[in-house]
């Protein structure tokens, strides 16, 4: 009892600690027993054929999670069992288990897994990336579909392409044949053409936005351990991701309800009859006003978490396509020659290089498709079983975290020949697409819950890259040669290059 009473006595901070430390006792001895009875224990029943199981990832090697599992596959297989903390996890690199997945047993595959950081900056229910499958993913993911990046809206946003990228050749030409970082101006020049198809012209926050998001998505690339402890959630609000969070969800709030209020403003004031010059924020506060929402009712809070999904999936994944296709043909300058002497050839005279041009450009078109191939964006699918099932001959459980390594399969040689070289000409007679028909190469995904941006992304990378390419003649900086380029990739959920990409550029003079 007079323990008790002293115990109450004690103010409260002096609590905390000893309580916040047993709780961090019992998590690192939960964490010691999972490490080291990983290689005995198997959670997985017994399939038709035994699953290898390899251990913990933490366990497994460095460098970027995708390049790890292909290492894995060489020796154990295309589909390997492993564990995350607490979370199983099943590695898929091979195209015919993939095909399996998620085009056999779609319907068991739709579920992503919850990423507890992007839970926090939710406004309401979340959007398309993030939300279960079901009647409201189905409803918010046809409005993206058939209106947002609709092929239609993907080509009313060509002006804003062709301005955004003039700017960016003006930005090189101004390097005046000095060493500059190419990757910065290609994410800064893409982060601008989001944002303006997001927010319109004026959004004076612009730059604060897109900062924030930056900050946001390193974070959510480093390993957190209640990611894969969900027992130690609390451990969020102790380092502070809590808090900074609900910071950056204040930011977005911020932000996007002033644009909002503004943009309902000038839509009253103004007659319906044009919509090309709409951002995504106009369309829905259209279809919210017409009640043209497929009985999907938006709140301002809907709409910002829709609006967040295009923000998040389009800043970062195709302008780090870009860099890979710059990275690719300064290493290759063979292939570099041969996409400007299509081009200066059939452009004699113009400046620049408009959306109209590309579709002349068939070889430009092959390079594209072979960065996908070597470098996807997003190297891993994830998906989520609902239920028990059997892929490949193997067991896998529900609820387990399935990584389908796109990477993997871009780099197969039962797939490819050479598969490690660049080699955009092997394209050219291909009937392989890009949007999740062939497994060979999956960029975007593939069915229900494939990209539904790549269309927004392909136009814009072609644009990009034609005019670098078309306007400029190109060395890496400090005379290093082509061999010398180093192409290691970083960790993260877009892989992107370890290293800027340093060059120098000289202004190719057209001559009519
Ligand atoms: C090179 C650029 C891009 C790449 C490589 C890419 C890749 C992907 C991949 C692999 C998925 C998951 C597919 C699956 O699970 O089968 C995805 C989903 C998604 N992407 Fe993209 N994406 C790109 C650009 C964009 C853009 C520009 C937008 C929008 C402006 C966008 C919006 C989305 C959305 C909303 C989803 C979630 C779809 C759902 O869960 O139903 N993406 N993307």
Same mark, same amino acid.
């Given at each position: 009892m007079e323990r008790l009473s002293l115990l109450c006595s004690l103010p409260l901070d002096d609590l905390l600690l000893p309580f916040v430390l047993s709780l961090l006792l019992v998590f690192v001895a939960k964490a010691f027993h999972y490490a080291h009875s990983s290689r005995r224990?198997?959670? /997985?029943?017994?399939?038709?054929k035994p699953l290898p199981f390899l251990g913990n990832l933490h366990q497994?090697?460095?460098?970027p999670l995708h390049a790890v599992l292909r290492d894995l596959a060489r020796t154990y297989g295309p589909v390997c069992h492993l564990k995350a903390g607490l979370i199983t996890v099943i590695s898929v690199t091979s195209s015919e288990a993939a095909k399996e997945i998620l085009r056999a047993q779609e319907r068991n595959f739709m579920e992503r897994p919850k990423l507890p950081i992007f839970e926090m900056i939710r =406004? $309401?229910?979340?959007?398309? @990336?993030? +939300?279960?499958?079901?009647e409201y993913w189905r409803k918010v993911r046809k409005i993206c579909v058939?209106? %947002?990046? !609709?092929p239609s809206r993907v080509r009313g946003f060509g002006s804003l392409r062709e301005s955004e990228i003039s700017n960016l050749v003006e930005s090189v030409k101004r390097t005046s044949g000095l060493p500059f970082d190419v990757s910065e101006m290609i994410f800064s020049c893409a982060n601008s053409v989001i944002s303006k198809a997001t927010?319109?012209? +004026? *959004?004076?926050r612009q730059e604060e936005f897109v900062s924030a998001i930056k900050e946001q998505q390193s974070l959510a690339a480093q390993f957190s351990l209640p990611e894969v =402890?969900? =027992?130690?959630?609390f451990l969020y609000h102790l380092d502070g991701t809590s808090a900074k969070m609900s910071h950056f969800q204040a930011v977005y709030n911020d932000i996007l309800g002033s644009v909002i209020a503004e943009r309902r403003m000038r839509a009253k004031s %103004?007659?319906?009859?044009? !919509? *090309?010059?709409?951002n995504f924020i106009d369309v829905l506060l259209r279809m919210k006003e017409s009640a043209k929402t497929g009985a999907l009712s938006i709140n301002d809070n809907t709409l910002k978490d829709i609006v967040m999904d295009m923000l998040i999936a389009g800043s970062d994944t195709w302008p780090t396509a870009v860099e890979w296709a710059m990275s690719e043909l300064l290493k290759n300058p063979c292939v570099m020659k041969k996409a400007q002497t299509e081009m200066r050839d059939a452009l004699k005279g113009k400046d620049t290089v408009e959306?109209? $041009? %590309?579709?002349?450009?068939q070889y430009l078109k092959q390079i594209v498709k072979e960065t996908f191939r070597l470098?996807?964006?997003?190297a891993l699918l994830a998906r989520v079983p609902e239920e028990d099932c059997v892929v490949h001959g193997y067991n896998i459980p529900k609820g387990s975290r399935v990584l389908i390594s796109t990477w993997s399969m871009g780099r197969d040689p039962n797939n490819w020949e050479n598969p490690e070289k660049f080699e955009p000409e092997r394209n050219l007679d291909s009937s392989l697409d890009l949007v999740g028909n062939h497994f060979e190469i999956l960029p975007f995904g593939s069915g229900k819950r494939a990209c539904p941006g790549a269309g927004f992304a392909v136009a814009s990378i072609e644009l990009m890259l034609a005019n670098l390419v078309y306007c400029f003649d190109w060395e890496l900086a400090d005379?290093? @040669?082509?061999?010398? /380029?180093d192409m290691t990739e970083a960790p993260g959920m877009v892989v992107r290059r370890r290293n800027p990409l340093l060059v120098v550029a000289t202004p190719h003079h057209v001559t009519a």
């Open positions: 224990v198997t959670t /997985l029943p017994p399939g038709p497994l090697g460095r460098g =406004f $309401d229910r979340g959007s398309v @990336g993030f +939300n279960p499958y079901g058939m209106e %947002l990046l !609709s927010f319109g012209h +004026n *959004c004076k =402890f969900p =027992f130690v959630y %103004l007659d319906h009859s044009s !919509s *090309c010059e709409e959306e109209s $041009d %590309l579709e002349e450009f470098h996807p964006p997003a005379g290093l @040669g082509p061999d010398g /380029l």
